[in-house]
């Protein structure tokens, strides 16, 4: 299959502000989707280009990965791509394309080609849920906003609905915008974002700073998770935006048993303030990589 540009797709062209992006993808996702198509397998497959050139360029991080690698960093099977080799990417998905499932009506069961549920996109992009799907009846909505760590972990909350205090809980692995149904009302969920941990589907991505000397040496770093910390060791020679993956280390699927993994992009510090002992060191080790190269 020949590889499409993202934002041809989408009508675009390169360096699009987000605001033209989400205008451009609602405007393509009302015209193709399934409910509005029912067997028009072209507009299925318009849907499925839109969807995922949408999750890529939407986000900051996807999309300065596609302007730098292209799509190839997003398909199965990109060993030897920009993420193959370190941290176990070979073979694997690139470290932020997901799947969904849907419980919803009207287009169950469709293929959506390894991106994420269009309902989901619906429900957080447009503010309510599929107007083209039977989940469109009207209902109350009630906003409740959680902390991150809750809408990681799960939490109880105590809520007024219609003048009564009643008991709300909050599964695990819920995410900004997902909707909860209470009897005959839909309680929409604010999250409030983490300074350290950046969510992306069911993966957490954080940053950890280490020294130059400890990336060219190797070392051992602890590191913090949703699920506890977790030492990882930083391999000799470790360069610049290294991603390490740990398994299992992200946030519980809401469907099924799973959970997500944990990305930890290496940051590799430079000091701003040497001595002169540390200065004559470093022309030392210059000088010596003159005579054999670094590698």
Do not use: C
């Not at 299925?44 to 960093?73: C, H, I, M, N, R």
């Not at 020679?237 to 290294?242: D, K, N, V």
């Not at 398994?247 to 303030?273: A, E, Q, W």
């Amino acid at each position: 299959m020949v590889s499409k540009d993202y934002y041809e797709i989408l009508g675009l062209k390169k360096g699009a502000s987000e605001a033209d992006i989400k205008k451009a993808y609602r405007k393509l996702a009302l015209q193709y989707h399934p409910d509005r198509n029912k067997g028009d397998k072209v507009a299925e497959g318009k849907f499925k280009e839109v969807t995922k050139a949408y999750e890529v360029l939407s986000d900051p991080q996807k999309k300065q990965t596609y302007d730098q690698f292209g799509e190839a960093a997003f398909e199965q099977g990109a060993a030897g791509g920009p993420f193959g080799g370190f941290g176990g990417f070979g073979g694997q998905q690139g470290p932020f394309t997901y799947t969904y499932s849907t419980s919803g009506d009207g287009a169950q069961g469709f293929d959506f080609g390894g991106f994420s549920d269009p309902f989901e996109i619906f429900e957080q992009f447009f503010g309510g849920a599929n107007p083209f799907s039977q989940r469109a009846q009207r209902r109350p909505t009630y906003s409740l906003s959680i902390s991150f760590m809750d809408a990681v972990k799960g939490v109880t909350k105590k809520v007024n609905l219609d003048g009564k205090v009643q008991t709300l809980k909050i599964p695990a692995g819920v995410n900004d915008g997902s909707r909860i149904r209470f009897g005959e009302t839909d309680v929409v969920l604010d999250v409030a974002p983490d300074k350290k941990f950046k969510r992306q589907g069911w993966d957490i991505v954080t940053e950890e700073e280490v020294s130059f000397p400890r990336a060219a040496l190797g070392d051992e770093l602890y590191v913090e998770t949703v699920q506890g910390p977790v030492k990882i060791k930083i391999p000799a020679g470790t360069q610049p935006e290294t991603l390490v993956r740990l398994r299992g280390k992200g946030v519980k699927m809401l469907r099924g048993s799973g959970f997500g993994d944990h990305y930890v992009k290496i940051k590799i510090t430079v000091p701003k303030n040497l001595t002169g002992k540390q200065k004559e060191l470093l022309k030392e080790f210059e000088g010596e990589h003159k005579k054999s190269g670094w590698f």
